[in-house]
């Protein structure tokens, strides 16, 4: 079998990966959904879904600064891992000491509807995998037909002091396109701007996220009267098998905190 990851790298495998360690907190919750919970040796701090498995399996640190010899020890056979939530070096190391490191790089709905397919496959689930696309596509199409977001144009925020938000080739912003919204700012990826900023671009509304900083209630003050929600961040930033949930929560119009 051969799979090639996100950055165009072919790795071979005899037979199916038994021993995984995934470094990707969404992609670990997808691989229990697929069918490959058994197949899981090591995750990070941060996989906290399914909240047993954390318990259950070996610990190897964050997703950055991973305890390499952690990881080693446990003598994998695929490591799962992404361009921007990982070290480089740490994947690099991994793989010079001969570990095959599969790469995801999402940044678009469409990558993350094919990467449920992807991924299956390379776990030896492809039906499920490929079920799971399919269900993510239909359940999206449907539910976007029924939602109107308001107010339009958006920054979503991902850090604090200083403010930072979600730009342009950031995987949150095209999950609010496919929804409908327009995102603020279209620049960088995740540039740094005050809420002076916002309103000279006139965006409309905040979006405050549960991660990866931890907004509350008491962080809508900060947005200089511009009107603010604190929403689940996992709804906006999580591909895998979390998107299924997706169309449910914006339909419900969950977006706690109100305005």
């Not at 079998?1 to 990966?17: C, E, K, N, Q």
């Not at 964050?62 to 480089?88: F, H, Q, S, Y």
């Not at 029924?146 to 958006?154: A, I, L």
Request: charged share 20%.
């Amino acid at each position: 079998m051969v799979s090639v990851d996100d950055r165009g790298i072919p790795l071979s495998f005899d037979a199916v990966p038994q021993r995984i360690v995934s470094l990707v907190p969404s992609l670990t919750e997808t691989l229990v959904d697929l069918g490959a919970e058994s197949q899981i040796v090591g995750l990070t701090k941060f996989c906290i879904h399914p909240d047993h498995l954390r318990r259950e399996r070996t610990r190897i640190g964050g997703t950055k600064g991973v305890n390499l010899g952690a990881i080693m020890d446990l003598r994998p056979d695929l490591v799962i891992a992404n361009l921007e939530e990982n070290d480089a070096q740490d994947v690099m190391a991994l793989e010079i000491a001969g570990i095959p490191c599969w790469v995801c790089d999402v940044r678009s709905v469409e990558r993350a509807f094919q990467l449920l397919s992807d991924l299956g496959a390379l776990v030896g689930c492809a039906e499920a995998g490929q079920r799971m696309t399919t269900e993510a596509r239909t359940q999206w199409a449907e539910a976007r037909t029924q939602f109107e977001p308001v107010p339009k144009k958006v920054a979503y925020a991902v850090w604090r002091s200083p403010w930072m938000w979600a730009g342009s080739d950031a995987y949150i912003q095209d999950v609010l396109r496919w929804w409908g919204w327009t995102p603020w700012p279209e620049d960088t990826r995740y540039p740094e701007y005050d809420m002076a900023a916002l309103k000279a671009a006139q965006v409309a509304g905040v979006m405050l996220p549960s991660e990866p900083f931890p907004f509350k209630v008491e962080h809508q003050s900060e947005c200089a009267g511009l009107p603010s929600r604190l929403v689940d961040g996992e709804m906006f930033s999580w591909y895998g098998s979390r998107m299924l949930r997706v169309p449910a929560y914006m339909l419900a119009g969950n977006f706690g905190g109100g305005e």
